[in-house]
């Protein structure tokens, strides 16, 4: 058999050895899938730089491409092995055993994954990898008789195949890549998602005890291209470390608040909807943003303000530092004393009217306003732990500021690019969330700071939109703009990366007039 053929049994192989794991993964909630446990290695063990390089280069694909990485590495081994199997067929099928064995190693390095099943997970997908090219391999190549017994050079320790046997091993390697591929996406899809949509849509929410609002006339300027007042959920910006969205039951879910507390307590989910809730429509933005970037949302979000909740804990002497813990391990911390000042600082239960969507944090997370995410909006909640400043959330350690509040930043929206002469706004959102937008300015060429029209004011909390008429004379344009927040206090020209504590800047776009 040539190496051509053998690499394409390999593949195969490697295909239906990850296919099938998968689909047990799918199939059994606790099963774990090996590919996401070798990401989320991966995830854990590379330095913090590199990942925030790969934030800052790949943005969101950063996931993708991580598990797209995992997988072209995988079908090249499977190549490799393929070619290996035709004169040490044990040998090839110990690569394919301990390319499993890694997997199921990188899952018990997470102590969340049941050891049986993670081993269970391996083994069927071994087994069956193993099967798949001895069958390819061995079995169908001995049955043909080779035609000629001084076989090419290139021949291994299997003869070659005829034309018929090609056709058949050809059906054989191709049926067996696509059930394995098809397994792979239906093990993903079978993840459980489904069963937490189910219970999603049977929750009701209470009706909250202060009500967000009323959104007064003229708050979103409704022009087009311009971002809405509200983010609709599945618009809604998303970044966390997790490669796989946690699926989180409610009836089992439990969260904690402990640490330096003299009473700490658990809630469950039933509580959390027993207690009394807020609403408050609130801006949340990540540390990386770029400047003009749109890592940026606002949201009405509803659930239980953390006062009442550490009041009830009784907070110690010198429990300076919240820190949110999330099911799948991830921290962030911010001052206790901003829990106790801000009374829309919660524990979210609800994104725009309807309970958190599984990627935003289901069933609860944390919302503070006017911090960065990464210090603060813990998603998929266990534990709120009440420390102090010894204790570092998860960025931290990376490379990122211990305190995270948002800069106050201006974003121009419209226009997009190239458009044609005439009367056209240019518009945008600012926000400086707990301190509000007091004035918009925009600065066309090297002309002088132009103030902005304000959408109607609303909530300091909330981003503002704005707007500015503008003759587009043909040619090229450079159009800049700054925001001043409720204090007065003038967004800074000193650019900024995003690193340590947050891009800083004017957003500036460049506009072609035809
Ligand atoms: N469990 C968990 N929560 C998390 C994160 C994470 O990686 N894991 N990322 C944080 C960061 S950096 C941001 S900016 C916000 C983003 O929230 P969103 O995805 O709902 O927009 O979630 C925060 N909460
Ligand atoms: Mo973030």
Known sequence: MSRGWAALAGIAAVAVALGLAELVAGLIAQAPSLIIAVGDFVIDSVPGWLEQWAIATL??????????GILVISVLLGAALGVLARRWFVLAAGGIALFALLGVVAALADD???????VLVGALGAAAGIAVLYTLVVALPSRAVPPEPAADADAGGTPALS??????????TGG????????????????GRERLNDLRAAIRLPVPVKQAGPVPEGADLEIAGLTPLFIPNEEFYRIDTALRVPVV?????QLEIRGMVDNPFTLTYADLMELPQIEADITIACVSNEVGGDLVGNARWQGVPLRPLLERAGLQEGATQLIGRSVDGFTAGFPTVTALDLEEAMVAVAMNGEPLPAEHGFPARLIVPGLYGYVSATKWLAAIELTDWDVAGYWIPRGWAREGPIKTQARIDVPGGAVAAGRRPIAGVAWAPTRGIERVEVRIDDGPWQEAELSAPYDVDVWRQWVLPWDATPGRHVIAARATDGRGEVQTDERTPVAPDGA?????????VS
């Open 176 to 191: 067996a890549t696509v059930l394995g591929v098809l397994a792979g996406v239906g093990g993903y899809l079978l993840s």
């Open 112 to 118: 969340r994954n049941p050891v049986f099943l993670s």
């Open 249 to 253: 039951d409610p009836e089992t879910w």
């Open 163 to 172: 034309p018929v046997d090609r056709r058949r091993f050809l059906a054989v």
């Open 59 to 68: 943005g969101t694909a950063d996931k993708p491409v991580l598990i797209g």
């Open 504 to 512: 800083s800047g004017y957003p500036i776009i460049e506009v072609v």
